[in-house]
């Protein structure tokens, strides 16, 4: 769930032991994919969703159960991470409905358009904002004319009293990883120097410049930033 890891260091031991460290952080998931589930409940019977950075599979899965007749494309460049989505996958029986391709999503072959993408907790890593906006519009571009984005990423405004308190509650929260105290210690530090970490309002933007309609912001857990958006009816 949450991670500050950058994706180079998303490598096998770390793909292997991803879920369960994250096991205890089970309800912040649930609820974003709870919530994901209502925002996506009106496509189409059998809806093709790009999954962008999905990583071991998890909102994948999850919607894959809720709507049986969905199909997925899972894109993340970090193989050891995209061997467990499609180990897991195959144990929950939805594999066939699955294409997997490893890989950042401009090197994932044309297709026809997706009704909707999900894009959880992966363009925070993204640091400048020209690529972050490339990003969205990647996305967006393969899109059918009004196919909805789900977003997710870490936000708050860094300068703000708000974040120095809320940022002691989330470290309190990670300590729930099992991670060695320095290692908690050490995410102030990936939050200003790994994390691209802005104010929601302004990852609503980028999303919006990718070629989005306006977003709607749908969920807040803590540092994590939910969104919604339709895709712009002049995105090209």
């Given amino acids: 769930m949450p991670s500050s890891e950058p994706p180079a260091r998303f490598d096998q031991s770390f793909a292997a032991e991803y879920d369960k460290r994250y096991a205890k952080l089970a309800p912040l998931r649930d609820a974003l994919h709870l919530l994901t589930a209502a925002v996506l409940a009106e496509l189409p019977g059998e809806a093709r969703v790009l999954c962008v950075g999905a990583g071991t599979g998890a909102e994948l899965i999850a919607l894959a159960e809720k709507f049986p007749r969905w199909r997925f494309t899972a894109v993340d460049p970090a193989g050891p991470m995209l061997d467990v989505c499609r ?21 994932l072959p044309p297709s026809a358009p997706y009704d909707a993408a999900t894009s959880l907790l992966v363009s925070h890593f993204i640091l400048s904002p020209e690529a972050r906006t ?51 210690a050490a995410l102030r530090l990936a939050y200003t120097r790994d994390v691209a970490l802005l104010p929601p309002a302004r990852v609503s933007a ?25 895709r712009a009816a002049n995105t090209r």
């Fill in 87 to 107: 180990r897991r996958t195959a144990e929950c029986g939805v594999a066939d409905r699955c294409t997997y391709h490893e890989g950042f999503l401009d090197t």
């Fill in 206 to 230: 980028l999303v919006a410049s990718g070629g989005f309609e306006p977003p709607v912001l749908f969920l807040q857990t803590g540092l994590i930033h939910a969104w919604y958006a339709k």
């Fill in 134 to 184: 490339a990003f969205f519009r990647g996305i967006a571009e393969r899109l059918r004319p009004g196919g909805l984005l789900v977003n997710a990423d870490l936000a708050a405004d860094v300068a703000s009293a708000e974040y120095a308190s809320l940022l002691e509650v989330w470290l309190e929260l990670m300590k729930a990883t099992d991670q060695p105290p320095e290692k908690i």
